[in-house]
């Protein structure tokens, strides 16, 4: 049992969003196990929504605590946000600053002074923060390494990128393989990304002053680019997959209701047999791309539970599912508007995941061993998709057509057949499992008592210990 280290109080601070709070969380968790009294921040407009996660102030984790806290981004909690994405990311860090100050100074003032801030680097402002307080700050980066390894080439300007006029040219880096155009986060390359551009790469604006660069990623899986981006960048230090290094999975921190029922379908289904679909947080499908791939689940005949979320106020209307599709779902497939994604993807009836590729999702699916359609949509999916068909060999990636009817691009129907069964039934299939289940298993010792992650985690909390004695 880990001994109570009452005296380290940390404090993690996510970006208000489903696909940061999930890792900031698990770590927050992993932390609390080590005895230590742990408190988790975002915004009030999020935290709000984390019911699960929030309904008890407070709860002991072993000998530890987990505590939540949040604070304001400026808006009223029922405000639906309507600034575009850089005017919202400067009220976040305006109002932001000055409520976070605030909430640090609230903890000395209840006696638990603050020993260890950790921030994912969208908020690159809370490391200002902690260095204006003369608080030690780490960050935890919540996408791979390799990605890590893009985004730094590309903002200290170490690599040719290629623009959209030459989708020939590869992109070479130390220790990735060779990357084709849409293998490279498009938020790079494609200009109507401008804004997104710049918040990605302000998140190396701070790197330097944390002391340790965090990432949800393990030894195993990419100890090569860990290797190199060590020694160019800042030490990095891999401490995941983080949703396996915690036991405590009721603690959930989903901004949706979950539909928890869907495990009880899931029962009721024959082992390995149900394709689950989910495009994580912040994607929506065209309607055309709805069309062509709620035609082709049932064309597959395969049966499916499918994610189709409705997104937070402001963000896009309720995607429609084609007329008519409710009906002849009936008895085959299951649509929820949430559901627990770690659960399912270790319910043996799952037999593999139609996924958009975020890393959270990557790293879930493969290290509980399901294979995987990718059908990444934008940004790192693209990247995670390239190493999760590519280098780690656990599944197969959808390609894009023009469709007959009316040009539009798409994944089509044929298209989605054609890759559900060849990663559950084609000649690759016994393959892509044995992979899926290799990295399962190296999964499982990263995070067991000994194990490179585990290891990493607790030279991270004695590191807080000496800087705090
Ligand atoms: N998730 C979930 N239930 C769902 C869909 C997604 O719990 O129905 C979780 C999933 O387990 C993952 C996160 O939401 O931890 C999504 O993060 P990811 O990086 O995959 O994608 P993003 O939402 O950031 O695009």
Redesign the pocket.
Known sequence: MESKKSNLHVLLVSFP???HI?PLLRLAKCLASKGLLVTFSTTETIGHMMKEATNTKSTNIGQGELRFEFFSDGWEIDEPQRANLATWMHQLETAGRESFTELINRQSEMGKPVSCIINNPFVPWATDVAAEIEIPCAVLWVQSCAVYSIYYHFQHQLASFPNPDQRDMMLDLPSLPSLEFDDIPDFLTLNPFDSLRKVILSQFKNLDKAFCVLVDSFEELERETIEVMSRISAPIKPVGPLFRSTKNASIRG?IWK?ADDCLQWLDSQSPNSVVYV?F????SLSNEQLEELSAGLLKSGTPFLW?VKTPPPDMGSKPELPQGFKEEAEGKGMVVE?????QVLAHSAVSCFLT?C????SM?CLTSGVPVVAFPQWGDQNTNAKFLIDVYGVGIRTKKTQREKDGIVVVTRDEVERCIFEVTKGPKAEEIKKNAIKWKEAAEAAVADGGSSHRNIELFVDDIQRMAS
């Open positions: 969003a489903q696909g999930n989903d979950a989910s994580g947080s912040v994607v994610v949430w559901c627990p994604q770690e958009h975020g890393w959270n999702s879930e």
